[in-house]
C-alpha cells in the first residue's frame, strides 16, 4: 500500500527537478578550484557563461583587461581563450596556463551544461 502511494510521488518529484549537469571531465579539475559557483570564489561562476558577455557577472571584480575585452564566451572564443588565456585577454588575471586543444573541447562540453 505505501508503495502504490510513493511510486507516484517520486515519479512527480524527479519530473520537477530541474535537469542537472554532466560530471566534470578530468580536464575541468584544475577550473573548479577558482570556479566554485560560491559568492567568495577566486573566479567567477560559469554557469551560463556559454553566450556570455566578457566581464558581465555584476557581483565579480574583473580584471581591468577582462572588462575591456568584450568578447562574448562562445565555443571559439572559449577554445582560443582556453589555449592561450594571456594571448585573448592579456593582462587578465586568471592563474591558469593553456591547456591543449582537446583538453579544452572537453571543458567547453561541460560549460556548455552548466546552464
Known amino acids: ?13 524527479t519530473l520537477a527537478m530541474p535537469a542537472l ?3 566534470s571531465p578530468p580536464a575541468f ?8 559557483g560560491d559568492p567568495d570564489a577566486l ?6 557563461v556559454v553566450g556570455r558577455k566578457s566581464g558581465s557577472l555584476p557581483d565579480f571584480r574583473y580584471s581591468a583587461a577582462m572588462k575591456r575585452s568584450n568578447l562574448t564566451w562562445d565555443p571559439d572564443t572559449l577554445k582560443r581563450y582556453l589555449i592561450d588565456p ?7 588575471r586568471m592563474p ?3 591547456i591543449p ?7 567547453i562540453g561541460y ?3 552548466l546552464k
Do not use: W, Y
Open 1 to 13: 500500500m505505501i508503495i502504490r502511494f510513493l511510486l507516484p510521488l517520486a515519479t512527480v518529484a
Open 21 to 23: 549537469a554532466q560530471e
Open 29 to 36: 579539475e584544475p577550473c573548479s578550484a577558482c570556479h566554485t
Open 43 to 48: 573566479g567567477p561562476d560559469l554557469t551560463g
Open 86 to 92: 594571456q594571448g585573448v585577454v592579456p593582462g587578465n
Open 96 to 98: 591558469m596556463g593553456p
Open 101 to 107: 586543444p582537446d583538453q579544452a573541447d572537453q571543458v
Open 111 to 113: 560549460l556548455k551544461t
